[in-house]
């Protein structure tokens, strides 16, 4: 059991900071427009190109959650990135026409509110191809920093180890299956019980932990930590999870051949066609306490 849990930095604060940061980068931007317009000789009334910022902005605003959401729903990690770039490079083109017809339509409407029509003055695609040449740096830096977050955030929450026992003292416990991890955060050390692991997921270098919401990681490789880890328990589900089968609900199965485990707290983890037998295997002798293991007819 975690004997403290990590603080968290909620979405509401992510969301109020970088409406602060966008916001005052809108006002900051706009006032250059004008002193640039002044310089060339041109009356530029300071409205005009807060709105043009203020609208990109908003757009920016309302997408970064969808954009959050998707870098937990598919992180980038040492051995998920290659296959993974493609979709991040799909998703930034949708981002970016997303946000530039939004930001063009409430143009539009802040134009048509004091009685003025919006001109932007180039044609679609070249207004297009214009700002995903933009977006797409925008759009993989919030990818890169929400990564570096979660990483932080993780680094935060203390780094597992496995408990040895003193050296002075018998050991309480069969040293090839552990009963607890040693998770040291903030210069204290707490206990993690083996029992409490959701499951893992290899991470590089690293296997991080899934208990309760919040990943520990463990400096590990997938064999060795599935070596330590009682088999009547745990089960090897992917090339990168190792599930624990006390939380699993259902195995939903898909027409590839491949399935997904469902967990107890509604995580989905994907179940390779190659490990789907070995899994159904495990679930048949008995002796584990499931959650509610059962698949959908």
Known sequence: MVTSKPVRWRPASRLLVWTAILLGSAVANAVVEVMDAQRRGEMLAFWQPLVWEASSATLILLTLPLLWWGCQRWPLHADTWRRRLPLYLLASVAWSLVHVVGMMLLRHLAYASV?????????????????????????????????????????????AHLLVAPEDVPPEEPVDRPERFLVRKLGRDFLVATADIEYAQAAGNYMNLHVRGHDYPLRSTMAALEARLDPARFVRIHRSYVLNLG??????????????AHLADGTALPCSRRQLPGLRAALGQGGTPLASAATPA
Do not use: C
């Not at 003055?121 to 979660?150: M, N």
């Not at 939380?247 to 590839?256: A, G, K, Y």
């Open 115 to 159: 009685g003025e029509h919006y001109v932007d003055g180039s044609s679609w695609p070249t207004r297009l191809l214009y700002e995903y040449l933009k977006d797409v740096r925008a759009f993989f830096t919030f990818v890169a920093l929400e990564h570096f977050f979660s990483w932080f955030g993780r680094r935060r929450q203390g780094e």
């Open 247 to 260: 939380f699993l609900v259902s195995i939903e199965p898909l027409d590839n051949g491949e399935a997904r």
